[in-house]
């Protein structure tokens, strides 16, 4: 099949959607299809069979995109939609495959140009705006909640990337075609780690006989970054020798970070480091005693659980919605977000290594069982074969080349 996809994001960036977007792509062209993607102009050109990256035009004064909604990314999606109109023009697609804000549009597109559509959803849009206050009133969230019910209602097919959204899915629609998609740590089976690279690190950071406690990811605010930070002293009064170590500062996230741990005191515990590729994550991963994700809400399971259940470490996280559709007390230390409770998930890890190393090896068989390249292969697979069997449209557009 001909895709166009149209991802509103910096592509690649190691984060959330940039990632899903990037095993999409990876997943299609596996099974043969051919991709011409849209996306901003900011990001590292990645390379597979049968995909063309289509940037929109460079803006000089934009140089980064940061996660959520924003005036940036208003500018950008206009710029999109344009270079989509552009080589709809000039090409027939069988599917428009949209990913997040693009959906808006896309819908009108796919109808225009009589093409299916397929929404990959990767949150409830309306209360994103609420999640990083931007665009706060009720005003907007209503458009944009009515936006999303036209894109659900009119698509013809949708995926979610999480059983959570799925639900959310059918409450607009029970006759709605839905698959959900979990994300896969793709690096887990790309990369692999041997001792010589944990030792290369840890002798790299300096942190030989220290005991890591490794999170990757942003430094977003609903990550809880500042929640592990509390629990720094008291997880330090029993077990001198721990580092945490926070991967994924971008900017000057590091040194920022860095200055408010001097301020709490906790600054010879802690470490903060640049993002790292999905592939580097990986070893910070091999390298960790224990695993953590503070996240305080949201109900969309960060990428970086499917890492951690493939790392063979014990996880401690959080006991809300965005974790729970996935991670179990069998695979995961569960505590509610608070810091007390956080401090002592991580303690009882450290404090029963027989316990902890049951519940790693859950994770990592779970993580294999449920979460492999074969089955992500074949659920993007399942969807498109859907894709297929909606009824051909009677005049499909032609071509300005026809």
């Not at 005991?211 to 942003?218: A, H, S």
């Not at 970054?225 to 009064?237: D, G, I, R, S």
């Not at 969807?383 to 499909?396: A, F, G």
Request: with cysteine.
């Amino acid at each position: 099949m001909k895709i166009l996809m149209i991802s509103p994001q910096p592509f690649f960036e190691p984060r959330g959607t940039p990632i899903s977007v990037y095993q999409r792509l990876e997943a299609l062209s596996a099974l043969g299809h051919e991709i011409d993607l849209i996306t901003y102009h900011v990001g590292k050109d990645v390379e597979f069979p049968n995909v063309k990256i289509h940037r929109v035009r460079k803006i000089k004064t934009i140089q980064h995109v940061r996660i959520g909604p924003s005036r940036a990314k208003i500018l950008l999606d206009v710029l999109v939609f344009f270079k989509a109109i552009q080589l709809l023009l000039w090409k027939h697609y069988d599917v428009i495959h949209s990913h997040e804000e693009a959906a808006f549009f896309s819908m009108f597109l796919a109808w225009i140009f009589r093409t299916r559509h397929l929404y990959d959803m990767h949150s409830v849009l309306s209360k994103q705006l609420g999640n990083f206050n931007f665009g706060n009133t009720p005003v907007f969230i209503k458009i944009f909640g009515i936006l999303e019910t036209m894109v659900l209602k009119t698509c013809d097919a949708v995926i979610t990337v999480g059983t959570d959204l799925e639900k959310y899915v059918k409450t607009i629609g029970s006759d709605i075609q839905v698959e959900t998609i979990e994300n896969i740590a793709l690096q887990a089976y790309q990369t692999s780690i041997q001792s010589d690279d944990v030792e290369q690190l840890e002798n790299k950071l300096s942190l030989n006989g220290r005991l890591p406690i490794v999170y990757t990811g942003t430094y977003e605010r609903y990550q809880g970054l500042t929640m592990a930070l509390q629990c720094v002293e008291t997880v330090a009064k029993q077990y001198p020798q721990v580092i945490f170590i926070f991967v994924g500062a971008k900017n000057q996230q590091a040194r920022e970070w860095t200055e408010i741990a001097r301020d709490m005191n906790v600054q010879e515990h802690v470490l903060f480091l640049d993002v790292v590729s999905p592939a580097e994550s990986m070893v910070y991963l091999a390298y960790a005693a224990v695993l953590i994700s503070p996240r305080l809400d949201g109900t969309t399971t960060p990428l970086k659980i499917y890492s951690y259940l493939h790392a063979n470490k014990p996880i401690v996280a959080t006991n809300i919605t965005a974790h729970t559709q996935v991670l179990s007390p069998d695979v995961a230390v569960l505590v509610e977000p608070n810091k007390a409770a956080f401090a002592e998930g991580i303690l009882r890890v450290l404090r029963d290594p027989e316990g902890a190393e049951c519940i790693a090896k859950n994770a990592h068989e779970f993580a294999k069982e449920k979460f492999s390249h074969q089955v992500y292969i074949s659920k993007i697979n399942r969807i498109y074969q859907l894709l297929l069997s909606v009824r051909e449209v009677e005049e499909p557009a032609l071509s300005w080349r026809e």
